[in-house]
């Protein structure tokens, strides 16, 4: 176990559906991120936070709602999503965003959630 | 672009022999990180060489880096059917805040 429990593993849901992804993190963290991983497409970084608040953004659709409640928990919320939004998510966390030579930046991920959109 | 790029992008070899895997990358780093990802799950760190190291060692994997190449590799010796996964380089730009950047990964299968 790495630290970092995703729910739900998996996920299928219709278009006009809304659900969301929740994130937990054991390990004390400052920092978590929401990642989007689509076969054959690299990992591609959704949301960075960093003591609570959205420090990064990297031009994510706004069907995707992230919400960071505190520095342990991390939740996306999604609504209309698109069929090309299925995708395997993956939450991660580092005990800060690092800087320097330092292994603070070195990231701990959950196993996912696997998500299907009809 | 892309910050780091692995070669080759998938990598098959036989149980015992050794694999070597490439990264390179375009700006100045704070650090190089190799993480392993299993089919259908979250990436798992490795190792993690500085900018200032040149090689590094963890049980059957050794890295290395050439910051004037702005290259690493990593390679695994003696491998096994259970190394059979992907892995990805990520690296740490340098400033304050050096939040990790992957590449694409490769993909090794180890036959049995």
């Known amino acids: 176990e790495t630290g970092v429990t995703q729910t739900p593993r998996h996920l299928v849901m219709g278009m006009t559906n809304k659900k969301s992804l929740k994130c937990e993190q054991h390990?004390?963290?400052?920092?978590m991120y929401w990642y989007k991983q689509s076969a054959k497409k690299p990992l591609e970084l959704m949301f960075v936070?960093?003591?609570?608040?959205?420090?990064e953004n990297n031009s994510v659709p706004s069907r995707f709602s992230p919400e960071c409640p505190n520095s342990s928990h991390l939740f996306l919320h999604l609504h209309t999503l698109q069929p090309e939004d299925s995708a395997l998510y993956l939450c991660?966390?580092?005990?800060?965003?690092?800087?320097?030579?330092?292994?603070?930046?070195?990231?701990?991920f959950g196993a996912g959630t696997r998500l299907s959109v009809l | 672009s892309q910050q780091g790029e692995e070669d080759p992008q998938a990598l098959s070899i036989q149980e015992g022999e050794n694999a070597t895997m490439n990264c390179s990358y375009k700006?100045?780093?704070?650090?190089l990180q190799w993480y392993r990802q299993n089919s259908g799950r979250g990436l798992v760190h490795l190792i993690l060489?500085?900018?200032?190291?040149r090689e590094k060692h963890s049980g059957r994997l050794r890295v290395t880096l050439d910051t004037s190449k702005k290259s690493s590799s990593l390679l695994i010796t003696a491998s096994r059917a259970a190394d059979t996964a992907s892995y990805f380089c990520?690296?740490?730009?340098?400033?304050?805040?050096?939040?990790?950047?992957f590449g694409k990964g490769i993909t090794l299968s180890v036959r049995p």
């Open positions: 991660a966390s580092s005990q800060d965003l690092g800087g320097g030579a330092s292994a603070k930046n070195i990231q701990y």
């Open positions: 390990l004390g963290h400052n920092a």
């Open positions: 936070y960093s003591l609570e608040e959205r420090v």
């Open positions: 700006t100045s780093i704070n650090n």
């Open positions: 060489i500085r900018s200032n190291e």
């Open positions: 990520a690296t740490a730009r340098t400033g304050a805040n050096s939040k990790l950047t």
